[in-house]
Structure formats: C-alpha cells, structure tokens
C-alpha cells in the first residue's frame, strides 16, 4: 500500500519561499515518477515539478521554471519541492504524486493522468 504524505504548506507573502515535502511509504522514491502538481477549485490538475529516472531527470511546467527546484532523497524515500519567489498566482493546493510504471509517466511526466498514487495536498496561499 502505497502513502504519500505531503508537508510545509503555509500563507506566505508575494516573493517568499516555502519548502513541501512527500514522505512516501510503500514506493521507492528512485523508481518511476514521483513529483509535484497543484490544482484550483474548478481547474485542471496543473503538473508543475517531477523527477523521474532515478531522480536524475528533472522536468518543470514553464510558470515555475527557474523559481522552483525538486530535489528526491533516495534514503528517506522523500521528494522536496523548494519554491521560491512566490506569486499570488502559485496559490494553490499541492499534491504530490507517484507511479513506479517509468515506461508510462516518463513518457508525458507532467501529465497527472499518469500517476496512480496521490497525497492529500498542502495548501499554499501567497499574498
């Protein structure tokens, strides 16, 4: 049974920085597919941040590209997502997601579609 458990989410003010960070247990963090998506009430599951391959394929959406950075630690089976120069338009809630089938998510890795295990989400505000 996989668990995915999302942290570090938090009001913060325009330009801040917050860390998230996924706990998982029952899935190996350096197989597969395992990285960040947000989403807003009434929109689209946005994916935002993902590492693949080992954690030596990093891939970012365009709106976080050169302002967030993912990082995997094999060891405690964790994922960080460190955000920085926050925008109102980041608000969201994050969830985190996995999926060990590399030969599917790696193909289109920001496509939520492709993910079987899902945190509960982490509420980011900016203001």
């Known amino acids: 049974h996989v668990q995915l458990v999302e942290s570090g989410g938090a009001a913060v003010q325009n330009g801040g920085s917050l860390t998230l960070s996924c706990a998982s247990s029952g899935y190996t963090a350096n197989t597969g597919c395992m990285g960040w998506f947000r989403q807003n009430p009434g929109k689209e599951r946005e994916g935002i941040a993902v590492?693949?391959?080992?954690?030596?394929?990093?891939l970012y959406a365009d709106s976080v590209k050169g302002r967030f950075t993912i990082t995997q630690d094999n060891a405690e089976n964790t994922v960080y997502l460190q955000m920085n120069n926050l925008k109102p338009e980041d608000t969201s809630m994050y969830y985190c997601?996995?999926?060990?089938?590399?030969?599917?998510?790696?193909?289109?890795?920001?496509?939520?579609?492709?993910?079987?295990?899902w945190g509960q989400g982490t509420q980011v505000t900016v203001s």
């Open positions: 997601a996995a999926d060990s089938r590399l030969w599917l998510c790696a193909g289109s890795p920001l496509d939520s579609s492709r993910y079987d295990h």
């Open positions: 590492v693949y391959g080992g954690g030596g394929f990093p």
